[in-house]
């Protein structure tokens, strides 16, 4: 597509459920990241696929925090038993980065998912 | 442990002047440094980034200056304009090689542009 999709918009639900959040990175981005902003915060990261394998989960805060991306492009974020503080909004983004490319890695962000957790 | 910092929340500039945001960090292992815009119910979006091989990058109104034994860098606005009153955060990461690319943000600086 054009640009990062990300859905949905916003997402409300309670404490304890299971929540899926969706990325559609840009065609042809190998790399993609999931981020975190929390209000008031810069984007925090969570972790980062090249291609189908998580290349860095580092940011992942705890166990009830899963990513996927089957087959190298859509990805989806887990989060099971969600909390209070899980609320935040959770920004996708791809890049075109190519293993041993100079240059900064630019990173094209979606809109987000806005995640209240009641 | 913040290695990006921005500490300056916002900043308020009346239209035509320069605006200057800055950005302080602690990892000396960064390669780039990039600033990000971001207005309200969308994602940051990128603007200008430099090596830090480099002190100057320039790209119209905007310029990143570095300096590296300071480990600081600042974007200038000029002139301010009302369409660049946004949310800025500064990014760095390390090069762009498989492992060590992905983006570590500031908290960002709500940049304000007067009428």
């Known amino acids: 597509g054009a640009g990062v999709s990300q859905t949905p918009s916003n997402k409300v639900t309670e404490k304890g459920k299971y929540v899926e959040l969706r990325c559609d990175p840009i065609s042809g981005h190998t790399a993609l990241y999931w981020y975190r902003q929390s209000l008031g915060q810069g984007p925090e990261f969570l972790i980062y696929?090249?291609?189908?394998?998580?290349?860095?989960d580092s940011g992942l805060p705890n166990d009830r925090f899963f990513a996927v991306r089957p087959e190298g492009s859509v990805s989806t974020l887990k989060i099971q038993r969600t909390e209070r503080g899980d609320s935040a909004v959770y920004l996708c983004?791809?890049?075109?980065?190519?293993?041993?490319?100079?240059?900064?890695?630019?990173?094209?962000f979606g809109a987000g998912s806005r995640l209240t957790v009641l | 442990d913040q290695q990006v910092k921005q500490n300056s929340p916002s900043l308020s500039v009346q239209e035509g002047r320069i605006s200057i945001l800055n950005c302080d960090y602690t990892n000396s292992m960064f390669d780039y440094f990039l600033w990000y815009k971001k207005y309200p119910a969308e994602g940051p979006t990128f603007l200008i980034s430099?090596?830090?091989?480099?002190d100057k990058n320039e790209d119209g109104r905007f310029t990143v200056f570095l300096n590296k034994s300071a480990k600081h860098l600042s974007l200038h606005i000029v002139p301010s304009q009302p369409g660049d009153s946004a949310v800025y955060f500064c990014?760095?990461?390390?090069?762009?090689?498989?492992?060590?690319?992905?983006?570590?943000f500031g908290t960002g600086t709500r940049l304000t542009i007067i009428p």
């Open positions: 983004a791809s890049s075109l980065n190519r293993q041993g490319a100079s240059g900064a890695n630019v990173l094209t």
């Open positions: 430099i090596s830090s091989i480099k």
């Open positions: 696929f090249q291609g189908t394998g998580a290349a860095d």
């Open positions: 990014a760095a990461s390390g090069e762009a090689n498989f492992g060590n690319e992905k983006l570590t």
